[in-house]
């Protein structure tokens, strides 16, 4: 990447804003104000109109859903009364949405009192009987009748009463006594309000009891209802008459606002490009990053808009060195203004010839490399890998975007989490499924970041698939080990067992070996890489430092899985690799490798070369970072945290195995191992072994019809359940490797995103 300057007068900015827009290579920095004389620009003018139409364009897009509408690209030019048809567009369209609001709000009434007299109905009594009294008190609602007539016949202030029910509703007639009858017409005569108290409701304040309004009609509730029902066919033909309305808009005027919304969108970011510029009353300075190679082709453009009237120059450039640092070249500078004075002087020849260059304090321009008026400006980052690893930049920006400065660890991502993933869940049937839903979310969404996810679905279905057939499973069963390894193959070291059998035990505890060995392998890559960008410190920073860490790693590991102190160490480190072990490769430890026996009074301590190897690693690191030294254990509990990865295969596969154990049934044969009754009745053990063998469980597809039916909804929810559960299981620890593990040892991140100044133009770029 080039850090370029631009400068010249006032009246050029603008054919040099738009020639930069159109060419869509500079990645503009802002300017920061640091220079005397020299502010922010503003806005060019009609900046403020142009971004006010722009609001009102995308806020009648919004209201047409023309982002989720099936409109065809926007082509050809504005016409030249534009602003008039949208404002016809945008009368039109408020008008049409303020009805389909007030149409909705009444639609939502309706339905509410339809809901209000569903009570009523039930009871049958027409509407006009249940209010207008004034001798008795009428009340209507839903409770528990016992507790309502109890406290009927309790309430003092009720002479008499009768209740009418229909189900859970009751309506409730009552006639106070006259003492209350008459301190009521008494309050009524005072306040002149016809509003009186209502003895019913004090009578039931101690029960739970939900009172319903009575409506306001003199018809029956089922012709209240019908009056109702009719209103709101209305009210639906009337809002689907606008919705037809706002289509009809959306076929005619879709591609207008479009093509609209693209054309305000240049102008007002052209617009605005003076506020990342440095201007005064008559020149301006504007900086920023272009690719290295194609700066020729700026220059180029820039002298054909505007002539020589332009200073432009190649301040810095940043690029990788042999260590995959950032490295600033200086030679590359030529003619940088002196000043800020300097700068306004010559901007100033160039518009008036007879103007005085301004006087001014001298101000350097540039320093150490840097540029003229943005000072520590860190080139803005291309993240540019194969197209099959592409998908995972997205979990790497989920952490931060690479600075620059750094190496781009999306292809490590790309070669570790789908192998960790498909190792966890390892199964051939459910990683069809992930590839499948993979390629649906990367085909179907227009959503990057959801396609870039199917993408990395896809991987780690393929490698799900890949160790599937490693186990010889298929949702949980072990049919691909017999067919394709045995039967086909004839291969007897696969499939390899995931140890859930008590016969198998050494498997389980062997994946958990091999967990510590993946993440000895990924932590050693981490450290490596971190030694790679350390080189660019010097070659003795980078074996203080990361070296340290690096012997550490290994030596203590190393010595962890030597002879030495074997007695006190699990046997399972040194059985999974033997000859008779799970992983027969015939490895049984590394030897001791004795260097020296120090005396320490007590005993005597055998000084053996993976432990010096370690020591040395640790005074290293003592000497380059004492504060580090602490952490120096991180080398056994990083690691130890990669067992995870053994825990989620024993438990996807135990629940995998659950589930088809409650379908399929299952029997232990009179050599341990356990066989699932996918193609016997469980007799069928009883018959071929005698009591040599035990049924585990019948299973439900063969205890019945009913048995079988619930016994294929379990089947079928009880693996959709391991599938999801291996996303928020598998996924979740795998990456938090990555993440956690994995780049702490070398990246950093917080780079930003290289978004050059201009628009990406659909079918209009050449209609304008």
Request: hydrophobic share 45%.
């Amino acid at each position: 990447m080039s850090k370029v300057s631009v400068t010249g007068a006032k009246g050029i900015m603008p054919t040099v804003i738009e020639t930069i827009h159109e060419l869509n290579l500079v990645h503009l920095s802002d300017y920061d104000g640091s220079w005397e004389g020299f502010d922010n620009g503003n806005p060019i003018e009609g900046a403020e109109g142009a971004s006010e139409k722009l609001v009102t364009v995308r806020a009648l897009e919004s209201t047409l859903d023309l982002a989720d509408a099936d409109t065809p690209a926007p082509q050809g030019a504005l016409e030249e009364n534009w602003e008039q048809r949208l404002e016809e567009v945008r009368t039109r369209v408020n008008e049409l949405d303020d009805q389909r609001t007030d149409v909705r709000e009444e639609l939502r009434q309706v339905d509410d009192r339809i809901d209000r007299v569903a009570p009523f109905a039930e009871l049958g009594i027409d509407l006009d009987l249940l209010s207008g009294y004034e001798a008795v008190d009428v009340l209507v609602g839903e409770g528990s009748h016992g507790e309502i007539e109890a406290e009927l016949d309790a309430a003092e202030d009720i002479r008499a009463y009768e209740t009418f029910t229909s189900g859970d509703v009751i309506a409730i007639v009552a006639a106070p006594t006259d003492a209350v009858e008459a301190a009521v017409d008494e309050a009524k005569t005072e306040t002149e309000s016809e509003d009186d108290g209502n003895v019913i409701d004090d009578a039931l304040v101690g029960i739970e009891f939900t009172r319903y309004g009575v409506p306001d009609t003199d018809q029956s509730p089922s012709g209240y209802v019908a009056d109702l029902e009719e209103r709101k066919t209305d009210l639906e033909s009337r809002l689907t008459e606008i919705d037809d309305e706002l289509e009809r808009i959306e076929h005619e005027d879709g591609r207008f606002l479009l093509r609209l919304e693209e054309e305000l969108t240049i102008e007002v970011q052209r617009a605005e490009a003076p506020l990342q510029f440095a201007t005064s009353d008559r020149a301006f300075i504007a900086e920023g990053w272009v690719p290295s190679d194609e700066f020729d082709r700026l220059t180029t453009a820039l002298r054909n808009a505007v002539g020589d009237s332009l200073e432009i120059e190649e301040l810095e450039r940043a690029s990788y060195d042999r260590h995959g640092a950032h490295s600033h070249t200086e030679e590359i500078q030529k003619g940088t203004p002196e000043s800020a004075s300097e700068a306004d002087a010559q901007a100033g020849a160039d518009a008036t010839a007879d103007d005085e260059a301004a006087d001014g304090e001298k101000q350097t321009a540039v320093t150490d490399g840097g540029s003229a008026v943005t000072m520590g400006d860190e080139p803005p980052t291309i993240q540019e890998n194969p197209s099959a690893a592409k998908p995972f930049e997205v979990l790497v920006q989920a952490v931060n975007r690479p600075k620059y400065s750094e190496l781009d660890p999306t292809i490590f991502l790309f070669l570790t989490f789908p192998a960790f993933f498909g190792f966890m869940i390892g199964d051939v049937g459910y990683g069809l499924l992930y590839v499948a839903i993979g390629a649906y979310m990367a085909t179907q969404f227009d959503s990057k970041g959801i396609t870039s996810l199917g993408g990395v679905a896809i991987w780690a279905g393929l490698f799900t698939i890949l160790f599937g057939f490693i186990y010889g499973e298929i949702f949980g069963l072990h049919v691909l080990g017999e067919v394709v390894w045995h039967d086909t193959l004839h291969v007897d070291l696969l499939p390899l067992n995931k140890g859930l059998e008590p016969a198998a035990a050494d498997f389980a505890l062997g994946w958990m070996v091999v967990s510590v060995i993946a993440g000895i392998v990924h932590l050693n890559i981490g450290y490596i890489l971190d030694f790679y960008e350390n080189l660019n410190h010097g070659f003795k920073d980078a074996v203080m430092h990361s070296g340290s860490w690096i012997l550490m790693l290994n030596g203590i590991w190393i010595w962890i899985f030597s002879a030495q102190g074997r007695g006190s160490k699990p046997d399972f480190l040194f059985n999974t690799f033997a000859s008779d072990g799970p992983f027969p490769i015939g490895f049984t430890g590394f030897p001791e490798w004795g260097l020296v026996t120090i005396p320490l009074g007590i005993i005597d301590f055998l000084l053996t070369a993976p432990l010096l190897v370690f020591l040395i690693g640790f005074v290293m690191l003592l000497v380059t970072d004492t504060v580090e030294a602490v952490e120096a254990l991180d080398v056994i509990v990083n690691v130890f945290s990669y067992t995870r990865m053994g825990a989620v295969l024993l438990a996807k596969a135990g629940m995998a195995f659950v589930v088809n154990l409650l379908f399929f049934g299952a029997y232990r044969d009179p050599d341990g191992a356990f066989h699932f009754l996918r193609t016997h009745e469980p007799s069928y053990v009883a018959e071929h072994y005698g009591d040599g063998a035990e049924v585990i469980f019948n299973g439900l597809m063969h205890s019945g019809t009913a048995a079988l039916v619930g016994g294929l909804v379990i089947l079928v929810v009880g693996h959709l359940v391991v599938l999801a559960l291996g996303v928020t299981s598998a996924g979740l620890q795998a990456v938090r490797l990555e993440y956690v593990e994995f780049f702490n040892k070398f990246y950093e991140g917080g780079g930003a995103n290289y978004e050059p100044f201009g628009h990406d133009r659909n079918d209009t770029e050449d209609h304008y």
